[in-house]
C-alpha cells in the first residue's frame, strides 16, 4: 500500500505512524517497490479518488481514541 502511495510522487508524502522500530523499516521498504504501470492501473481502478467515504472508525473505538478535545482551554 506504502509502494502505491509513494508511486503517486511527487505531490504525495507518506507518512506512516508506527510505535516499533521493526515496523518503521518495513514501511520504509516500499521505496524500493516499483509498481509497474499495469499493476497501478489496477490499483486505481480499485481505488478511484474519492470512493472512500465514511468514519475512519467504528464508534466503539472511536470514543477509544478520543481522549482529548481539540481546541480545550485549560
Known amino acids: 500500500a506504502l509502494a502505491w502511495v509513494l508511486a503517486r510522487a511527487p505531490h504525495t508524502v507518506v507518512i506512516p505512524g508506527?510505535?516499533?522500530?521493526?515496523h518503521l523499516?518495513?514501511?520504509?521498504?516500499?521505496?524500493?517497490i516499483?509498481?509497474?504501470?499495469?499493476?497501478?492501473?489496477e490499483l486505481d481502478a480499485q481505488l478511484p479518488a474519492g470512493k472512500a467515504s465514511g468514519a475512519r472508525?467504528?464508534?466503539?473505538?472511536?470514543?477509544?481514541?478520543?481522549?482529548?478535545?481539540i481546541g480545550e482551554k485549560a
Open 57 to 69: 472508525y467504528p464508534p466503539a473505538t472511536q470514543v477509544e481514541n478520543d481522549t482529548e478535545e
Open 18 to 22: 508506527t510505535t516499533r522500530e521493526a
Open 34 to 41: 516499483r509498481l509497474d504501470a499495469a499493476t497501478l492501473a
Open 25 to 32: 523499516v518495513e514501511n520504509c521498504g516500499a521505496d524500493a
